[in-house]
């Protein structure tokens, strides 16, 4: 699966996301029709995946997890036993803290 950084086709719901949240960086990204929104605040990481058109896959969902985990996230600051997956049919949302 390859991702590509959409964040400069998405400046609204990004400004909007840092204006309202406490996120300090807020990125989107496309894999064909499965988007996701990836955004790190001071406390945890989040990851929001989701596909207009289908459920997303369970292979999907992984590649995406190890993606941002390889590249990403400072694993040495969180536990990947405490990341919590809330799954819907098409929309998965992560929430990664991050410990101190």
């Known amino acids: 699966m390859k991702l590509i950084n959409t964040t400069n086709s998405h400046l609204q719901l ?3 996301q840092l204006e309202n949240t406490d996120a300090f960086l807020v990125e989107t990204y496309s894999a064909g029709n499965t988007d996701v929104i990836f955004t790190q605040a001071p406390l945890h990481y ?4 989701t596909n207009k058109y289908r459920a997303v896959l369970p292979r999907e969902i992984e590649a995406i997890r ?3 985990l390889k590249r990403k996230i400072d ?3 969180i536990n990947p036993e405490k990341i919590q997956t809330i799954h819907t049919e098409r929309l998965i949302e992560m929430s990664i803290p991050i410990e101190p």
């Open 66 to 68: 190890d993606f941002f």
């Open 46 to 49: 989040e990851l929001l995946i």
């Open 75 to 77: 694993t040495s600051t």
């Open 14 to 16: 990004v400004q909007n």
